[in-house]
C-alpha cells in the first residue's frame, strides 16, 4: 500500500504545473493533499474526483485558504471531516478517514504567522488533534497521521537552526509538541529509519533560491503508531520533485 502526502501550495495552481501527471505516475493508493485553496465546485472533473479514486475534500471558509484533499483508492469504511471543532473545522484543516487497518489523519496545521500572532492557535490545534489521536488509539485502532506540521522538530530537520530558534516552525514550544507526541509513542517514520540523514528537506522558502541550494525545511511528516512499524517498507522524501514550495512524501506498507 502506498501513501503520499504534499503541500501543493494551490491544487489549481499544482495542475498547471504537472500535478495530473504526477499523479498519475505515482499510482498510490491514497494521496493526501495540504493548502489546496479551493472548493470542489472550483475544479475540473480530473481534481475533484480522479479516475478510480474516491475524494474527500476539507475547505476553508475563507476562499483560497487552506483545505485538505483526500484521494484513495480504496472507499474509507467511515470519513469525517474536521476535528469536531469548529474553530479549526472552519478553516479545512483536518480529515480523518477509518480504514479496515488503521485510521488515518490527513493535516494541514497552522502557521504561527511571522508576528508569532497565531503561535497560540497553532499550539492550541496542536492539542486537539494529539487528544483526537489518543482517542483514537484508545478504541485499539492503529493510527497514520500525516501533513504539513509546520514544524521542523530537531536541529537536524533544518538547514539553519541556530539562525531560526525564535522563527515560528522552530519555537521551543512548537517543537516540544513534536517530543510531546514522540514520547507518547508515535513514531517520526522517516527519522526512525534515516536517524543520522542530513539535508533532506520538505520545505524550501521562495527567496533567495533556497530550493537550488537546499536551505530548507523538514516539516511535512508521516507518524505512525508502534503496531504499525513491521508492517513499513519504505518512507521516501522526493525532493526532486516540483510544482510547490514543498515536496511530497511516501510511506509503503506491505
Not at 478517514?97 to 494541514?108: C, I, P, S
Not at 524550501?204 to 541550494?213: D, K
Not at 503496531?227 to 522526493?238: A, K, Q, S
Not at 520533485?241 to 511530497?248: I, Q, R
Request: glycine share 6%; proline share 4%; charged share 25%.
Amino acid at each position: 500500500m502506498k501513501l503520499y502526502n504534499w503541500n501543493v501550495n494551490g491544487i489549481r495552481a499544482a495542475q498547471k504545473k504537472g500535478f495530473l501527471d504526477w499523479f498519475a505516475a505515482v499510482d498510490a493508493d491514497i494521496v493526501c493533499l495540504q493548502e489546496t485553496k479551493a472548493s470542489p465546485d472550483q475544479l475540473d472533473d480530473e481534481l475533484r474526483q480522479p479516475v478510480g479514486y474516491y475524494s474527500f475534500w476539507a475547505v476553508a471558509e475563507k476562499k483560497g485558504y487552506s483545505g485538505v484533499v483526500l484521494y484513495s483508492k480504496l472507499e474509507p469504511n467511515n470519513v469525517q471531516i474536521g476535528l469536531g471543532i469548529a474553530e479549526y473545522d472552519s478553516e479545512g484543516r483536518t480529515i480523518v478517514a477509518e480504514y479496515d487497518d488503521f485510521v488515518l489523519l490527513t493535516a494541514y496545521f497552522p502557521n504561527g504567522s511571522r508576528d508569532h500572532s497565531r503561535v497560540p492557535f497553532k499550539l492550541a490545534y496542536y492539542d486537539a488533534f494529539l487528544a483526537y489521536c489518543n482517542d483514537v488509539r484508545g478504541t485499539g485502532k492503529s493510527v497514520i497521521f500525516c501533513g504539513d506540521v509546520n514544524t521542523a522538530h530537531k536541529e537536524i530537520d533544518l538547514a539553519r537552526p541556530k539562525e531560526n530558534r525564535k522563527t515560528t516552525g522552530f519555537l521551543p514550544e512548537e517543537c516540544a509538541w513534536l517530543d510531546q507526541v514522540v514520547e507518547q509513542g508515535y513514531i517520526d517514520i522517516f527519522r526512525d529509519l534515516n536517524p543520522g540523514l542530513e539535508s533532506v528537506y520538505t520545505w524550501w522558502p521562495y527567496w533567495s533560491n533556497s530550493r537550488e541550494r537546499n536551505v530548507g525545511w523538514r516539516i511535512d511528516y508521516f507518524f505512525i503508531t508502534p503496531d504499525l512499524r513491521e508492517r513499513v517498507v519504505t518512507t521516501e522524501i522526493h525532493m526532486d520533485v516540483m510544482g510547490s514550495d514543498h515536496c511530497p512524501i511516501s510511506l509503503t506498507l506491505a
